[in-house]
């Protein structure tokens, strides 16, 4: 804050935020998130608020607003920013799948696949994963899980580790118990 770094403050917001996020504190995230989008803004930095933004959703949706989430990232992924509609395809994705909504979740999920962003392939990847296990799939789910780990840029919101975690739930649903301890034991 006292250097004024208008890129270097929000990515270290997000970094906060993301680590509020994997110990549960959704709330928080959100709120940090926004805080960080509308300041960046201020600031002149319209970059880090297409991945503040979404991910502020995605940690709404966590804290019991998926409609919320849903509505904010439907009008995100709307904008002209080829890597701002991914960021928020792939967490359009996520919540989906938190919802319920598998087919819609699936397919949101190839769609941002489909737009070639190296950085949101991890989120779409993860998501298609966890949504093959939840589909009763575990052998998509082990695909998804094995081609999400493998892509070459992970990503830093932590999906790639749920992707591991998926892994080690697929195998395991497999029947392949020493393989699915050992992924879990790596996860």
Request: charged share 25%.
């Amino acid at each position: 804050e006292e250097a004024s770094d208008t890129l270097s403050l929000p990515t270290a917001l997000v970094a906060a935020a993301t680590l509020d996020g994997c110990i549960g504190r959704y709330v928080e995230a959100a709120r940090r998130l926004e805080k960080g989008a509308a300041s960046a803004e201020g600031r002149g930095n319209f970059i880090t608020p297409t991945v503040m933004r979404p991910l502020g959703a995605l940690a709404r949706a966590l804290a019991g607003e998926p409609a919320r989430a849903l509505t904010e990232l439907e009008a995100l992924a709307a904008d002209t920013n080829p890597f701002a509609r991914a960021v928020a395809s792939w967490a359009f994705a996520r919540v989906l799948l938190f919802a319920g909504r598998l087919e819609e979740a699936r397919d949101r999920a190839e769609a941002t696949l489909a737009m070639g962003i190296p950085l949101c392939a991890t989120g779409a990847r993860s998501t298609l994963a966890r949504v093959e296990l939840a589909a009763g799939n575990p052998a998509a789910a082990l695909e998804a899980a094995e081609r999400c780990l493998a892509e070459p840029m992970r990503d830093p919101f932590g999906l790639s580790d749920d992707a591991a975690l998926v892994r080690a739930e697929a195998l395991l649903a497999l029947g392949d118990r020493e393989a699915g301890r050992a992924a879990l034991a790596r996860a």
